[in-house]
């Protein structure tokens, strides 16, 4: 099991010990154990993204229903409470960060409560909430980058948000990733709900057997040297980026996490040469 599902296992039984473990407290004490605890000090720990009711954790909440079903949680999903099953991997965890835990679970005694501290405090995880104060602008057009390599889809929706993407243009070839977060299917029904546009372009996408055995920088520069190559005859496609970008803030997609290893990088410098620019996440 993994740390943090330890430390939400501790979240629920100090929050059901006092009465008030509904999904949203414990949503909110993680939150805070993030933002004020310091909690990700400790260990890997959940992020978090503006969504209806302020900061969300799409991770958070699968792990709730994973413990459940394996029996570290009961049946109660509006309520839940830890079993006897949990017991020793709560002794397991920490004191200190148990300490931290059991400090945050006392300083709240209701939802509306912890809300209204939250959305007070952290007003800029408000802007995607029903209820938000903030008088939400028109972005201004423009083209990013971003690669998904090392983020959970929580991380990477908060970087969307906060950079007011409304067009995510997904250029692999092939939508598919060990991270099923970021398959073409769950990734564009994780942005649709938080109001993103999900758009595939495989055309601009690089053959998976063109990336067999790529270890040097020099087999990487020849790859994209002569990616660089075939976009001459990508005018329609990359027209169309133009087009999007001039209408939308854009986020062109692939995996990598330094865009000098990724295709991407070569489509913003080839858009770069006619003028166009664009900014990496």
Do not use: W
Not at 2 to 31: T, W
Not at 178 to 188: A, E, Y
Not at 217 to 237: I, M, N, R, V
């Amino acid at each position: 099991m993994q740390y943090k599902q330890r430390a939400l296992l501790a979240v629920v039984d100090e929050l059901s010990a006092r009465g008030k473990s509904s999904r949203l407290m414990i949503e909110k004490n993680l939150f805070l154990l993030k933002k004020e605890e310091a909690l990700d000090e400790d260990m890997k720990f959940y992020n978090f993204f503006p969504y209806k009711y302020g900061p969300f954790s799409n991770m958070s909440y699968f792990d709730l229903n994973g413990l459940r079903l394996k029996g570290y949680l009961d049946e109660d999903e509006k309520k839940p409470r830890t079993t006897e099953k949990a017991k020793d991997v709560l002794t397991s965890l920490n004191p200190n960060v148990r300490q931290k835990i059991a400090k945050t679970a006392e300083r709240f005694e209701s939802d509306n409560e912890i809300k209204s501290y939250v959305y007070g405090k952290y007003p800029e995880y408000t802007v995607k909430s029903e209820n938000s104060k903030i008088k939400r602008t028109p972005s201004s057009p423009g083209i990013f980058t971003i690669g998904y390599e090392g983020r959970d889809i929580d991380s990477f929706l908060d970087s969307l948000i906060r950079c007011e993407v409304e067009v995510l243009v997904d250029v692999r070839r092939n939508p598919f990733s060990m991270n099923l977060s970021f398959t073409q299917k769950k990734l564009s029904e994780y942005l649709n709900r938080v109001e993103i546009v999900y758009k595939h372009i495989p055309e601009l996408g690089i053959d998976g057997e063109l990336r067999k055995n790529l270890e040097t920088p020099e087999d990487y520069q020849k790859l994209f040297e002569g990616y660089k190559e075939s976009l001459k005859a990508k005018k329609k496609e990359l027209g169309e980026i133009v087009s999007l970008g001039g209408k939308n803030t854009i986020a062109l997609m692939c995996f990598e996490h330094d865009k000098n290893m990724c295709h991407r990088g070569v489509i913003a410098e080839y858009l770069g040469l006619n003028n166009i620019q664009v900014g990496h996440l």
